[in-house]
């Protein structure tokens, strides 16, 4: 018989997602940093180098004169953030079991159920890339096909009040997109890391599940992860080298709060606060 707090995802019992209080995501933070402080210089190398690679790829486009698509790639890192931090997920699930963590630890995460990993990304991919059509076709529909040098973008495009709209409809889109990758990653893939024997379907049906049974600690972590990744981002991508690397270890955590561990059939333990 399942405990009151735990809800089975499929009629068998498990997998399993919890119930926990709305604050819930402050202690995942905790961990998190606790874990990034452990990890040290693999965490903020790991951030610097796909800090280096997004600022290659909004470069690369304003080099070119791809203006318009220097925003839809800013605000579409966040789709594929989840499946860009595994490697830290990794850092966390052994530094919880006790073992040492090197530089080559997040590169480990990719011998590890690595097809069903491969699944979950592609969905995310899939999704970032109906983000960046989408925001061209919005581009198109209000600006045709123009050309815009830099400083014209910023004016006309980014700061000008006049399109507003523009900016207000794109965000909208935007959002709902990064809703659904959060409710399809919030524990998917920390999941298929940490247990080999599922698949993306189950992950990805225990990460909703998760999200469905928990709505106030969900928003609330939504929201927070939406705060660290968009400072982030306002600080030229630098501040991401700090930000992702806490969200990802925290996401570990999120997930060994929200999923029922396996074997645990009746397990009325509560979750625990770092250092308990």
């Known amino acids: 018989m399942l405990d009151q707090s735990e809800i089975a995802v499929f009629p068998e019992a498990s997998p399993r997602v919890r119930r926990v209080s709305g604050d819930r995501p402050w202690i995942w933070l905790a961990s998190g940093w606790e874990d990034m402080l452990r990890a040290g210089r693999v965490s903020f190398a790991w951030g610097a180098l796909f800090v280096a690679v997004g600022a290659a790829l909004i470069g690369g486009a304003a080099l070119l004169g791809a203006y318009e698509a220097v925003l839809p790639l ?8 989840p499946v860009l931090v595994i490697g830290l997920y990794e ?17 480990l995460a990719l011998r590890r159920n690595a097809s069903q990993l491969g699944v979950v990304g592609f969905v995310l ?14 581009f198109a529909w209000f600006f045709g096909a123009r050309g815009f040098n830099a400083g014209e973008f910023l004016s006309q495009v980014v700061l000008s009040g006049a399109n507003a709209l523009f900016l207000v409809i794109g965000s909208a889109i935007g959002a709902v997109l990064a809703l659904v990758v959060f409710a399809i990653s919030a524990v998917s893939l920390p999941m298929l890391l940490d247990r080999e024997s ?10 909703v599940a998760a999200v469905r049974a928990n709505p106030r600690a969900m928003l609330l972590w939504a ?13 030229g991508l630098v501040g991401l080298i700090l930000t992702l690397p806490l969200v990802a270890h925290a996401t570990w955590h999120a997930y060994r709060d929200l999923v029922a561990r396996d074997g645990a059939a009746g397990d009325t333990s509560t979750p625990t606060s770092p250092g308990e």
């Open 74 to 81: 800013a605000a579409g890192f966040p789709l594929l953030a």
């Open 91 to 107: 850092v966390s699930r052994r530094i919880e079991a006790g073992e040492k963590v090197s530089f080559a630890t997040p590169l």
């Open 125 to 138: 991919g899939f999704v970032f890339l109906a983000w960046m059509r989408i925001a061209t076709l919005l």
């Open 198 to 207: 599922d698949n993306a379907f189950t992950a990805i049906a225990t990460s």
């Open 223 to 235: 929201f927070l992860i939406g705060c660290f990744i968009g400072s982030g981002l306002l600080l």
